[in-house]
C-alpha cells in the first residue's frame, strides 16, 4: 500500500524515525524552518524508539511490572494510545513489543533485518492499559511484553510537527509526506492511495488539516531460519502476525488515524463499525466507508 503526491512541487527531505520525511510547499518554507522541525522530530525520536536503550520506552521495557514516571510528552501519547486500544477493542495495542522480538525484529532496519532462527509459539497479548496513573504520570508494561510506539509515535510526532510549522511558515500549500504516511499541514491536496492488486489505484482529496495512514502486513515481511514467514503486524488477540491486510484511514487526528489503519489492517471486520473515512482490503476484497466515498476521486 503506497501514497504518493500527485503535485510535483519542491520538497525538503530527510530521514528519521525509520522513514523518509518529506516537506513539500510552494517554495516559501525556508531551511530555517526544516532545521527546527528535524530537531523536534528527533528529541520525539529519542523519547519514543525502542531501539534507543535511553528513550522512555526502553527504560519502561526494562523494567516490566514497574510504574514508572514518564515525561509530560510521553504519557499525552500513551494515553491516547490507551484510548485506541479500548476503542479497537483492542484490535491496536502498542505492548506488541515483545512478539515482535520473539518472531526477529530485535533491532532497527538499519543495523539489521528482522530474522530469527527459531518462530516462537505465539501467546496472546495482555489487553491491559499501560498508563497506571495520569495525575502521576505512571506508566507500566506488563510483565511478558515490551512497549512498541511505531507508526503511531511516528504520525503523533507528524502530528506536532505539522503545527510547528504553520507557526513558521505562511506557505499557502505544505504537505508532511511520513514514509507513505501523510499530513495536509495547511491547502488541500490530491493524493494516490492504493496499487495494483490491492486497490486498483485511486486518488482522494486530503483536506486541510487532514492525516492519511495505511497500514500493510506487507511493507515489513520477512522469512525465520526455520522457513515460517513474519511480519510486524501483530494480532493482540493471538499474539501471532495478522492474516494479510492492508487499511488506509484519513482523520482529523494523525496519531488516530495511524492507530485506526492499524486496527483495520489486524482486524478487517472493524470497518462495519468505524465511522472514520477508511478503506481495507484483505481476502474478502475492498471494503470502504461512507465517509471513503466523500474524498475519493
Given at each position: 500500500m503506497s501514497e504518493t503526491a500527485l503535485e510535483t512541487r519542491p520538497a525538503w527531505e530527510w530521514r528519521a524515525m525509520g522513514a523518509t520525511w518529506r516537506l513539500r510547499h510552494t517554495g516559501k518554507v525556508e531551511i530555517e524552518v526544516v532545521g527546527a522541525l528535524a530537531d523536534a522530530i528527533a528529541?520525539?525520536?529519542?523519547?519514543?524508539?525502542?531501539?534507543?536503550?535511553?528513550?522512555?520506552?526502553?527504560?519502561?521495557?526494562?523494567?516490566?511490572?514497574?510504574?514508572?514516571?514518564?515525561?509530560?510528552?510521553?504519557?499525552?501519547?500513551?494515553?491516547?494510545?490507551?484510548?485506541?486500544?479500548?476503542?479497537?477493542?483492542?484490535?491496536?495495542?502498542v505492548m506488541v513489543g515483545g512478539a515482535l522480538i520473539g518472531y526477529g525484529y530485535r533491532e532497527s532496519q538499519r543495523v539489521r533485518s528482522p530474522r530469527t532462527s527459531v518462530t516462537p509459539r505465539p501467546q496472546p497479548i495482555p489487553s491491559a492499559l499501560v498508563v497506571v496513573d495520569a495525575v502521576r504520570r505512571l506508566a507500566c508494561?506488563?510483565?511478558?511484553?515490551?512497549?512498541?510506539?511505531?507508526?503511531?509515535?511516528?504520525?503523533?510526532?507528524?502530528?506536532?510537527?505539522?503545527?510547528?510549522?504553520?507557526?513558521l511558515s505562511d506557505d499557502p500549500a505544505i504537505l508532511l509526506e511520513v514514509g507513505d504516511d501523510m499530513v495536509a499541514v495547511r491547502g488541500d491536496h490530491l493524493v494516490a492511495v492504493g496499487g495494483e492488486g490491492e486497490t486498483g489505484g485511486r486518488a482522494v482529496v486530503l483536506r486541510d488539516g487532514h492525516a492519511l495512514a495505511s497500514s500493510s502486513w506487507s511493507a515489513l515481511l520477512w522469512s525465520n531460519d526455520d522457513g515460517a514467514t513474519a511480519h510486524h503486524l501483530i494480532d493482540p488477540l493471538t499474539g501471532a502476525p495478522a492474516e494479510p491486510a492492508s487499511a488506509v484511514v484519513i482523520a482529523a487526528d494523525a496519531g488516530e488515524a495511524d492507530a485506526l489503519a492499524t486496527a483495520l489492517a489486524v482486524r478487517p471486520e472493524l470497518i462495519a463499525t468505524l465511522n472514520a473515512c477508511a478503506m481495507v482490503h484483505a481476502d474478502q476484497g475492498e471494503r470502504h466507508t461512507a465517509a471513503w466515498e466523500a474524498v475519493a476521486v
Open positions: 528529541a520525539d525520536e529519542r523519547r519514543w524508539s525502542r531501539f534507543l536503550a535511553r528513550s522512555e520506552v526502553s527504560r519502561l521495557n526494562r523494567a516490566p511490572g514497574v510504574p514508572l514516571q514518564v515525561s509530560t510528552e510521553t504519557l499525552d501519547l500513551l494515553l491516547s494510545c490507551d484510548h485506541w486500544h479500548e476503542q479497537t477493542d483492542g484490535a491496536f495495542s508494561v506488563p510483565d511478558g511484553t515490551a512497549l512498541d510506539l511505531g507508526g503511531v509515535a511516528r504520525m503523533w510526532s507528524a502530528e506536532r510537527a505539522a503545527a510547528l510549522v504553520r507557526t
